[in-house]
């Protein structure tokens, strides 16, 4: 059977949409000292404001707890590396717009697929958005626990 480059295109992408996971970033609830402290963003103060301050129920707690020390574009490049991930089904609006590149638009398109019974059902809604990468990259930053 001979398939197009299509064809492989698709399986790849979907192949690397079914491998990402909350584990590629890391998460300040339970990243160690040492983690935290690669992170070059991050200096001893606000490690420590982290830890400290575990464990942050939403990302916004732990939004709140690092905007009087880093500027909104500081945390947002650090939400590429580090972020509690959101549960798709209950996550606030403002928590999902905390996603770095998620605008109004994107948000409301989060909220309304849900209740989300399944991974694949947000790949499947966002995909009619945005590219496959794309999906892969948000599926990082979400959750249904």
């Not at 990402?20 to 970033?25: E, F, G, H, N, V």
């Not at 998460?27 to 490690?47: K, Q």
């Not at 690092?66 to 939400?79: A, K, P, R, V």
């Amino acid at each position: 059977m001979q398939y197009s480059n299509n064809v492989f295109l698709l399986i790849a992408a979907l192949f690397f949409a079914n491998s990402a996971s909350a584990d590629s970033l890391l998460n300040p609830n339970t990243a160690s000292s040492d983690e935290l402290d690669s992170i070059a963003l991050l200096d001893a103060n606000i490690t420590s404001a982290i830890t400290d301050g575990r464990p942050f129920a939403t990302i916004g707690d732990l939004n709140n707890a690092l905007s009087d020390s880093m500027s909104e574009d500081d945390i947002e490049s650090l939400y590429g590396e580090l972020f509690i991930p959101i549960n798709l089904n209950t996550a606030s609006r403002d928590d999902i717009l905390l996603i770095p590149g998620v605008g109004r638009r994107m948000a409301h398109e989060f909220e309304e697929y849900r209740p989300y019974s399944s991974m694949e059902q947000f790949r499947r809604e966002m995909g009619k958005y945005v590219d496959a990468e794309e999906v892969a990259r948000l599926e990082m930053y979400v959750t249904l626990d």
